[in-house]
């Protein structure tokens, strides 16, 4: 039985208005994120409601789905409902200085507990100088400093008087103490010295070694007198600044006690205070010019950074991270320059997107975290230990020698959401034995979603969404339906639609574009075919290029006539995300051989592994039904002309098929009909890809050089479903100027190429008489003959070809 056309009804399936729940887009006030992503959402529910380790999630799907949006939206609306984590500031450590201290406060209090120690460093300043200028100080510390005095004058007195008891004097000079003889009461003269006798002389002198052996003695003890004058100030400086400190930092320990590690900071900074009470003082005393390079007092160390601040009642944080690089994402230690030098300190510490998202959520892309060197295996030792260490990129790779800080680490709990296309994750599952524990959950969002009345107007209202969010003209219930069945021709499939929102929301705002640019006050269905135009316009430089070489028979294609094993295959090309197609002449040639089907794009190293698969289940086929007596005597090769590039996919292997049958039976082929479809080994035609592309490819050659009558294209059966064809193809077929033919087996296929009928082998396995599968299986009986003359007379080649 003959293969009848489709009718225009079977090429296009449209969306019913009474479907679209709304007049127009402005109707709608009711919000709609998602639709049809149950899957998805059922993971991520999961995903975030399960708190134990290695359960973070893998978004997966593809691009423009709207996999950030949606996730997004769905992060924001549970961790309003969470707990709010807390605060977390780094602090001096002072005794260990090269550790800073991590410091946990209730939401909000750790920007309240920074202020305060500001406030009181700020009133130190001011109290403790005070205190130190008052009259009880002065007065306490002239009493230290007279008992030294006293002591130091006493011992100088009692040199004195032994010295005048013996006619000497105790002299103070620039250089110290000196010891001169007196005579009536005068220091006498060196050379009224040297005068005195001999004898009175030496009494002398020895008086005067005794009393500089006492002054001596009396004056080493001066060192230590000094010290514990100074001791007794230091303890009266301590005692004054116990009394002025104490109280300030009490108040905040009753203020902030509760909090742990708190009290024990306040006590060390207290106690620092007190011990370097002198920094406050110095730093209050108006002082004369000061050297270049004299350091300053500072009080960088009684200073916190506040780290991480939540404001109370926030809820977890949902953090994206738009560029994860290292120190964006596990934090930073940054550097002041000083004198031509670098130096760091706790205060200069910063959080990365890690720390901002601890508690809560934290969103990434996948492709631009590990793009970015060692960033995921930080991220993953950070999720193995549960911590956050920030450490320099440097000493994490082991280059790091010189002395920096190693601040405290920050315990960690976070839910990790990482967002990729699905080869991407399963190349992580595959060849990285940690993902598959620390990434238990995978979200898979839909591309495409079953076309039924229900997701219909699902997607009507998400349509209605977008574009009252983005502040689009309203959308006529026509226009929706035409979007509707845009999404289903972008699917592939009449009986789905695609949701990925990315497009639909594009198309959306073009169509908007040109009912704006039309005046109009809603955008109809004529707007929306405007922007699908367009689009297709922008993008189709490559296509018409294509086109027009073959309408100058630059490329040859013909749409006319017949041809010996020749035919005309389709296939589709994908440019930057627009897909088109192309027709392609596919030869055959045969001759007697050992049964070799020689695919020329294979020899070559052009035809990629499905479209060789595709030529040896052809082989297979011709043999399973030509040669269940004997081997195949058939030696054939196929080729693409004029083919330059790689060619891969079976689609064309229904019409490599046909052409070698043609050229074996010596049958004409029909070149105004092109033919996709791959074949399996029992010469079923099976469903392919990209088939209204392939259809429309055929038909703008066919009616650029005009539309005969005769021409069309042969499609596997199974692909009637996905037909979602252009209007201009649906017209010309309605008027019965352009054909597509549905086929279901290779013998529909040859029969409509050659005019000629297939053929049922009857119980001998002989087929009619002038059939195609006749014609083929008396040449291939010819072949054997030749094959079998050649080689009992020695003349098959090496290859055995004859």
Known sequence: MAV??????????????????????ADVTETLEVVGQERALAALEFGTGIRHDGYNLFVLGSPGAGRHGVVRSFLQQRSAREATPPDWCYVHNFEQPHRPRALRFAPDRGRHFCDAMTQLVEELRSTLPAAFESDEYQARRRVVEQEFKDRHEQAVDEIREQARAKDVALISTPGGFAFAPLSGGEAMSPAAFHKLPEETRQRIEADIEQLEQELGERLRRLPQWQKD?????????????TGVVQPAFGELKSTFGDTPGVAGYLDAACQDVIDNVGDFVASHEEAGPRLPFAPEPTFTRYEVNVLIRHPDGGGAPVVYADLPNYPNLVGRLDHQARFGTLST???????????????GYLLLDALRLLSQPYTWDALKRALRAKELRIEPLERAIGLLTTVSLDPEPIPLDVTVLLIGDRRLYYLLVEHDPEFAELFKVAADFEDDLRRDPASTDELARLLATQANRRGLLPFGAPAVARVIEHASRSAGDAQRV????????????????????????QVTPDHVQQAIDAAEMRAGRVRERLQEAILRDTLLIDTRGERIGQINGLAVLGLGGTLFGRPSRITARARPGQGRVLDIEREVELGGPLHSKGVLILSSFLAARYATGEAL????????????GGVDGDSASCAELYALLSALADAPLRQSLAVTGSVNQFGEVQAIGGVNEKIEGFFDICNARGLSGDQGVLIPAANVQHLMLRGDVRDAVAAGRFHIYAVRTVDEGIELLTGLPAGVADAEGIYPEGSINGLVSDRLAEYARIRAALAHGGGENGNGDA
């Open 498 to 521: 695609d949701v990925r929102l990315n497009h639909l929301a594009d198309l959306l705002t073009q169509a908007d574009y040109f009912a704006r640019r039309s005046e109009a006050a």
């Open 345 to 359: 300190d706790f205060t200069l510490i910063k959080p990365g997107a890690l720390h901002e998202a601890n508690g």
């Open 229 to 241: 004058a100074r001791r007794r100030i230091r303890e009266l400086d301590r005692d004054i600044a």
């Open 633 to 644: 005597s058939l030696s054939a090769s196929l080729v693409f002309e004029q083919s330059y």
């Open 4 to 25: 009848a056309p489709l009718t225009p009804q079977q090429l296009y399936t449209p969306c019913p208005i009474e479907l679209i729940p709304y007049q127009t887009t």
